[in-house]
C-alpha cells in the first residue's frame, strides 16, 4: 500500500528469519551510489532508522527473562562490538550532516537511536 514507508520490507525479511545486518547492507545496495537528491537521502534514511526502531523493539521484548536476550538482542550487541553498525551509524550521520538544515529532524531520530542502542548493549 501507498501509505506504507520503504522499512515495512525490511521488517517483514526480519520476521521471516534475515537478520538485521544483512537486510541493512542489501538496502544500502539499493540505493544509487553517488549523490542523491536531498528527498531521497531522508527517504532513505528515514526507512533505515524506521529499521533501527524496530530492532530495538525486537531486542527489548526478550530482555524481560531471567538474563536471558533475544537473537535480536545478541545481533545488535554483536553488530556494535565488531564496529559493523557503529560503521553504519556514523556514515548515516555524516551523510545527513552535510544536508544541514534539511535533515534537523532525522538527525534527532538518529541521536535517540543512538541513545537507545547503548543502553540496550551495556544491559
Known amino acids: 500500500p501507498a501509505s506504507m514507508s520503504p522499512g515495512w520490507s525490511l521488517i517483514t ?3 521471516a528469519g534475515v537478520p538485521f545486518m544483512t537486510l541493512l547492507g542489501a538496502f544500502d545496495n539499493l540505493q544509487p551510489h553517488g549523490i542523491l537528491e ?3 537521502a531522508l527517504s532513505h534514511a528515514s526507512a533505515t532508522i524506521e ?9 527489548r521484548e526478550s530482555g524481560q527473562g531471567a538474563g ?5 538482542q545478541n545481533e545488535l550487541s554483536r553488530s556494535m ?3 559493523d553498525l557503529m560503521h553504519k551509524l556514523n556514515a548515516m550521520r555524516s551523510r545527513l550532516e552535510q544536508m544541514e ?3 534537523v529532524l532525522v538527525l534527532d ?3 535517540r537511536i543512538e541513545v ?3 543502553s540496550l548493549v551495556t544491559m
Open 101 to 103: 538544515g534539511s535533515a
Open 13 to 15: 525479511l526480519v520476521d
Open 116 to 118: 537507545a542502542i547503548a
Open 109 to 111: 531520530q538518529l541521536n
Open 81 to 83: 562490538s565488531n564496529g
Open 38 to 40: 536531498p528527498r531521497q
Open 68 to 72: 536471558q536476550h533475544s537473537a535480536a
Open 51 to 59: 529499521f533501527f526502531g524496530y530492532w530495538i523493539d525486537k531486542s
